[in-house]
C-alpha cells in the first residue's frame, strides 16, 4: 500500500480489455461502498464518525476509479464508449440518496 493509503494495481496492464476490466473492477468496488454509506445513513443509531469514516473510503475510491479512468484515457488505453459509461457510472454514485424519515 502507498502512504497515501490508494492500493496500485496488483498486475501489469498491457491491453484495451485488461485496462477496462481493472476500472470496472474498482467501479463495482465503489459502488458498494456507496451501498455501504447508504446503509449506515439509514440506521439512525449510527454514530457520526463511522459515517463520515464511511463515505472518506467511498470518496478515496470514487477518486481512485476517476484517476484510473483518466489516466487510462489519456493513455489511449480505454475505448471512449468505456470511458463516457464507467465515468457516468462514478458521476451517478456521487447523486444524493433518499433518507427516510420516521
Known amino acids: 500500500m502507498c502512504p497515501d493509503g490508494l492500493n496500485p494495481p496488483k498486475v501489469e496492464i498491457h491491453t484495451e480489455a485488461q485496462a477496462v476490466n481493472y ?3 474498482l467501479t463495482t468496488d465503489m459502488l458498494d461502498l456507496r451501498a455501504v ?6 440506521n439512525p443509531k449510527t454514530p457520526e464518525l463511522a459515517l463520515k469514516r464511511s463515505f472518506w473510503i467511498f470518496m478515496k475510491k470514487h477518486g481512485e476509479v476517476i484517476g484510473a479512468l483518466n489516466a487510462f484515457r489519456l ?3 480505454i475505448p471512449e ?3 463516457v459509461e464507467l465515468h457516468q457510472k462514478a458521476i451517478n454514485a456521487l447523486a444524493p440518496t433518499v ?4
Open 23 to 25: 476500472v470496472e473492477r
Open 75 to 77: 493513455t489511449g488505453m
Open 99 to 102: 433518507v427516510p424519515h420516521g
Open 37 to 42: 454509506c447508504d446503509q449506515l445513513t439509514k
Open 81 to 83: 464508449r468505456a470511458w
